[in-house]
C-alpha cells in the first residue's frame, strides 16, 4: 500500500513538471512574439512621398511593384506646413526606381488593407536613398466612390423622370401668349 501511494505521487510529480515546462515554454514564445513585433525588419533603401490622404495605410503595410512586395511603410507624420502625410517607406536594393515614378494608395479589395502600389516612370536617372517620389495619388475611401455613384445615378434618375412629371407643362424657352396661352386654338 504504502509503495502504491509512492508510486502515484512520483507520477503527479512527473507530471506537474512536465506541465510546467510546457507553460513555461508556451510563456516564452509568446513574450518573444510579442517582443518581435515591435522590431522593424528594415531591408532596403528609404524612400519618401506626400499624399492627400492615406486613409487606412498603416505602418507595416505594403509596399508594391507590379503586385509583388518589395518593401513596406516604416514611418507616416503629418507636414504641419502644408497638412500632407508625409510617408516613408523601404524598397528592395535589387528595385532601382526611376525618378518619375509614381506612388499610389490602393486597395487589397473591398473590405482589405491599403498598400503602396509604385508605378516606374520612364527616366534614365533612378531614385536614391533618401529621395521623394513626387507623381502621387492618395487613398480613395470607399464611402467616396459610392457616395458619387449614388449621387450620379440619382441626378440621372431625376432629369430622367423631369419631362414625364410636368406632361402639360410648356416647353423650355416658350414665351406665353397674350391671355396665358402658350399657343394653340382659343377653345375652352
Given at each position: ?36 513585433k515591435?522590431?522593424?525588419h ?5 524612400l ?47 528595385v ?47 464611402e467616396?466612390l ?14 430622367a ?28
Amino acid at each position: 500500500m504504502v509503495s502504491a501511494v509512492a508510486g502515484r505521487m512520483s507520477r503527479n510529480s512527473a507530471e506537474l513538471a512536465a506541465g510546467c515546462g510546457v507553460l513555461v515554454l508556451l510563456g516564452g514564445l509568446l513574450a518573444l512574439a510579442v517582443v518581435d513585433k515591435g522590431r522593424r525588419h528594415e531591408t532596403g533603401y528609404r524612400l519618401h512621398a506626400a499624399f492627400a490622404h492615406i486613409d487606412g495605410l498603416s505602418v507595416g503595410s505594403d509596399v508594391r511593384l507590379a503586385g509583388v512586395t518589395v518593401g513596406q511603410v516604416v514611418d507616416e507624420r503629418v507636414n504641419p506646413s502644408d497638412y500632407k502625410a508625409q510617408v516613408t517607406f523601404t524598397v528592395r536594393p535589387d528595385v532601382q526606381l526611376p525618378t518619375d515614378s509614381a506612388a499610389i494608395i490602393t486597395s487589397d479589395s473591398l473590405l482589405g488593407g491599403k498598400y503602396v502600389a509604385l508605378s516606374p516612370g520612364a527616366s534614365e536617372s533612378m531614385l536614391r536613398p533618401g529621395g521623394g517620389i513626387a507623381e502621387t495619388q492618395g487613398a480613395i475611401s470607399l464611402e467616396q466612390l459610392l457616395s458619387r455613384f449614388i449621387f450620379s445615378v440619382t441626378d440621372t434618375m431625376t432629369k430622367a423622370n423631369q419631362p414625364r412629371a410636368n406632361p402639360g407643362a410648356a416647353p423650355q424657352g416658350a414665351v406665353p401668349a397674350p391671355g396665358g396661352h402658350t399657343g394653340g386654338s382659343d377653345l375652352p
